[in-house]
C-alpha cells in the first residue's frame, strides 16, 4: 500500500501542478458548458431548456474525463520515461502493479475533481437532472466505466508513444475524434448510419447516453440504451480496454525499458 500511496501522490500533485492539464481538464469543458448553453438553447421549448443543458453538461463532463485519462495519464507515464524516473522505478523494489494501481486512482482523484467543477457550472447556468438515489448511482457507475475505458486507452498511448508531447496529442486527438464521430458534439440523429452504430459499440458514447438517460430523462438522451445487451457490451468493452491497457503497460513500456 505503501507503494501505491507514494505513486497516487505524486502523480496527482504533478497533475494538479500543470497548468495545461487543469486548463484541458477542467477550464476547457467549463468553457464549453458556458457557450453551448446559452449558444444552442434558443430554438429549444422553455421547459426543456434546464434539460437541455443537463445533457450538455454530462457531454463535456464526460469528454473531461476522456481527456484526463486519454492525455493526462499518458502525459504522465510518457514524462517519467523522458525525465528517467520510469527507469529509476523499475531499478527498485516496485511491481509494475502498483505503479499503475496508484496513476490509475491519482487519474480517479483528478476526474472526480473535473467532474464535480463541471456539473457545478452546469448547475449554475441552470442545467437540472432528474436525482434520486438510485438513478445519481447508477449513473455514478457509469461515469466509473467512462473512467476505466479512457485510462485503458491512455496507458496503450502511454506505452507505444514515446515523447511526453506527442503522447499528449495523441491522447486530445484520439478525444477530440472519437467525440466528434460519436454524437456527443453533434446530435446523434444527424449522424450517418454507420457513426450511429459506431456510437452504441464505442462504450464511452454509449456510457455516456446511459447516464444522461438517468440523469435528464429518456425524451432527452440520444437513443434508449436502457437495454441488456447495449449495457452488458459497454461494461464489457470497458474492463476489456482497461485491462488491456494494463497489461501492455505491465508487459512492454514496464519492461522494456
Known amino acids: 500500500m505503501g507503494q501505491i500511496?507514494?505513486?497516487?501522490?505524486?502523480?496527482?500533485?504533478?497533475?494538479?501542478?500543470?497548468?495545461?492539464v487543469l486548463f484541458w481538464t477542467i477550464a476547457w469543458p467549463i468553457i464549453w458548458v458556458l457557450i453551448s448553453s446559452f449558444t444552442f438553447t434558443g430554438s429549444v421549448p422553455e421547459m426543456a431548456v434546464p434539460y437541455v443543458k443537463g445533457s450538455i453538461t454530462i457531454s463535456m463532463t464526460v469528454f473531461a474525463l476522456m481527456i484526463a485519462g486519454m492525455a493526462n495519464l499518458p502525459s504522465s507515464i510518457t514524462g517519467d520515461r523522458e525525465n528517467g524516473m520510469l527507469a529509476k522505478l523499475m531499478s527498485m523494489p516496485i511491481s509494475p502493479r502498483n505503479d499503475f494501481t496508484?496513476?490509475?486512482?491519482?487519474?480517479?482523484?483528478?476526474?472526480?475533481?473535473?467532474?464535480?467543477?463541471?456539473?457545478?457550472?452546469?448547475?449554475?447556468?441552470?442545467?437540472?437532472?432528474?436525482v434520486t438515489a438510485a438513478?445519481?448511482?447508477?449513473?455514478?457507475?457509469?461515469?466509473?466505466?467512462?473512467?476505466?475505458?479512457?485510462?485503458?486507452?491512455?496507458?496503450?498511448?502511454?506505452?507505444?508513444?514515446?515523447?511526453?508531447?506527442?503522447?499528449?496529442?495523441?491522447?486530445?486527438?484520439?478525444?477530440?475524434?472519437?467525440?466528434?464521430?460519436?454524437?456527443?458534439?453533434?446530435?446523434?440523429?444527424?449522424?450517418?448510419?454507420?457513426?450511429?452504430?459506431?456510437a452504441r459499440i464505442y462504450p464511452i458514447s454509449s456510457a455516456s447516453n446511459l447516464v444522461k438517460y438517468f440523469l435528464t430523462g429518456e425524451e432527452f438522451a440520444d437513443y434508449n440504451p436502457l437495454t441488456t445487451s447495449q449495457i452488458t457490451l459497454t461494461i464489457a468493452l470497458s474492463l476489456f480496454l482497461l485491462i488491456l491497457g494494463i497489461n501492455l503497460y505491465s508487459r512492454l513500456s514496464w519492461r522494456s525499458e
Not at 500511496?5 to 495545461?20: D, G, H, I
Request: proline share 3%; net charge positive.
Open 5 to 20: 500511496a507514494a505513486t497516487f501522490s505524486r502523480t496527482l500533485k504533478e497533475f494538479l501542478r500543470e497548468r495545461a
Open 102 to 130: 496508484g496513476r490509475i486512482l491519482a487519474l480517479g482523484a483528478l476526474s472526480a475533481i473535473a467532474a464535480g467543477l463541471v456539473i457545478a457550472v452546469g448547475s449554475a447556468v441552470g442545467a437540472r437532472f432528474v
Open 135 to 198: 438513478q445519481t448511482g447508477q449513473a455514478v457507475g457509469f461515469l466509473i466505466l467512462i473512467i476505466c475505458a479512457s485510462a485503458g486507452i491512455g496507458l496503450i498511448i502511454g506505452t507505444f508513444i514515446r515523447r511526453q508531447h506527442g503522447a499528449i496529442m495523441t491522447g486530445v486527438g484520439i478525444s477530440v475524434v472519437t467525440a466528434s464521430i460519436s454524437g456527443m458534439f453533434a446530435p446523434y440523429e444527424f449522424l450517418p448510419p454507420a457513426l450511429q452504430r459506431f
